[in-house]
C-alpha cells in the first residue's frame, strides 16, 4: 500500500505527469480533452474573479492536491476553500478536504467514476461538489446524501450555501463557437 511520501517521490521523478493516490494506488491522469480543458478553465475564471474580488477565500485548478482525512491525494479539476480554513497557501498539497470541488467530464470520463470521485469529497468534508458535462450540456450540484440538482442551459448556477450572490448562467461556460 502505497503513502504521501510515494507519491511525493513519483511526482518528482516525473514532475509532467498528474497523478492521484486512492486507496493506497497511485492513479496518472491522462490529459483533458480540449474542451473540458476550457470549460474548466471558465468555471474556474468566473469563480475566482468573484471570489479574489470578496476576498472569500482560493480558487485552484487541476494541479492543487489535496491530502484528505483518509489519506488519499486527489486533485479536482476546479477547487474553492474558504479563507477562515486555509489562510495561507502550502507549498505543498492542502491538508483539509476543498469546500466546493468541481470535475468536469472529458472525453475519456465516465460519468459513474467521476460521481465517485465526488461522492468520496463529499464523504470526507466537501459540502458541494459539481459535475460539469459539455457533451450534453449539463451540470449537476451535488451536497452529501441529498439529491443532485440538474442545470441546464437557460439555467443559472449558484452555490448559495458557500457563495452568497455568485451566479453564471449555464449557456455561459460552454466553449464558444467562433464564425
Known amino acids: 500500500m502505497l503513502k504521501i511520501e510515494d507519491l511525493q517521490q ?23 480533452g480540449y474542451e473540458s480543458e476550457e470549460v474548466a478553465t471558465r468555471v474556474s475564471a ?4 468573484w471570489v479574489d474580488a470578496r476576498r472569500l ?10 491530502v484528505l482525512p483518509n489519506s488519499d491525494t486527489r486533485a479536482p479539476d476546479v477547487s474553492f ?17 476543498p469546500d466546493l470541488m468541481v470535475e468536469v467530464k472529458s472525453p475519456t470520463d465516465s460519468i459513474p467514476r467521476l460521481e465517485a470521485k465526488i461522492f468520496s469529497f463529499l464523504a ?24 443532485p440538482i440538474v442545470l ?7 452555490v448559495p450555501d458557500l457563495l452568497p450572490g455568485w451566479q453564471v448562467a449555464v449557456s455561459d461556460l460552454w466553449s464558444p463557437v467562433f464564425e
Open 81 to 97: 476553500v474558504l479563507a477562515e480554513r486555509l489562510r495561507r497557501s502550502p507549498r505543498s498539497f492542502a491538508q483539509l478536504a
Open 10 to 32: 513519483l511526482q518528482s521523478e516525473h514532475p509532467d505527469w498528474r497523478m492521484e493516490l486512492v486507496g493506497g494506488e497511485i492513479i496518472v491522469m491522462s490529459p483533458s
Open 124 to 147: 470526507l468534508g466537501t459540502r458541494v461538489g459539481i459535475l460539469v458535462d459539455s457533451e450534453d450540456r449539463t451540470i449537476k450540484i451535488y451536497r452529501f446524501e441529498q439529491e
Open 46 to 49: 468566473k469563480l475566482f474573479n
Open 57 to 66: 477565500g482560493r480558487v485552484t485548478g487541476s494541479s492543487a492536491g489535496f
Open 152 to 158: 441546464h442551459d437557460g439555467d443559472v448556477l449558484t
